[in-house]
Structure formats: C-alpha cells, structure tokens
C-alpha cells in the first residue's frame, strides 16, 4: 500500500514538472518568437523606419515634381524655367543669349 501511495506522488510530480516544462517553453515562444513576439516587434519597428525614410524622400520628390509642373502651367508660366527647360533639352541658344555652364551640374 505504501509503494502505491509513494508511485502516485512521484507520478504526480513528474506529470507536474512536464506540465510546467511545456507551459515555460510555451511562454518563452509565445513571448520571444510569434508573431507578436519581441524579436518580431524590432524586425517590424526597423521596417518602419525603412518605410518611413522611403516615404519621406518620395513625397519630396512628388513636392519637387508639383512645383516643375506648376511653373509649366498657363497660369503662372515661368518663362525663364521654360527657356531654361529649352537649353537644357533641346540645346537651342539665342544670337544674343549669354550661356554660363556650370561643371557641377549634368
């Protein structure tokens, strides 16, 4: 009677130390490597950053890119930008126009 009492409670704390193992490892998992884990919060907080540089220089392109597009419209026509537009594709110079090159510049 004694062995039996004595097997139960070893088996008992056996069960326990195996349930405890699998809830500890479940938790370090569910804490350090899900989707919701801690190495996947900097992996997606330094995509972010990425993201939001890309952002950054794409909108101040676009900026750059409206304000081209604005100083082509019929509406405040800047003739200077559109002479120098001129110039730079087509090459096209006046007798009388003085023609500054600067090496800096493509």
Sequence with gaps: MNRS???????????FLLFSFF???YLIYILFLSERGIINLFTLQNELIINTKLYDEI???NNDLI???DKLKIENLDLDYLEELNIKKNGI?????????NSNNN
């Design 93 to 101: 110079v006046n007798k009388n126009d003085i023609l500054i090159v």
């Design 23 to 25: 809830v500890f490892f």
């Design 59 to 61: 909108t101040q392109n």
């Design 5 to 15: 009492i004595n097997f139960k409670k070893r088996l008992y704390n056996f069960l």
């Design 67 to 69: 304000k081209k597009i």
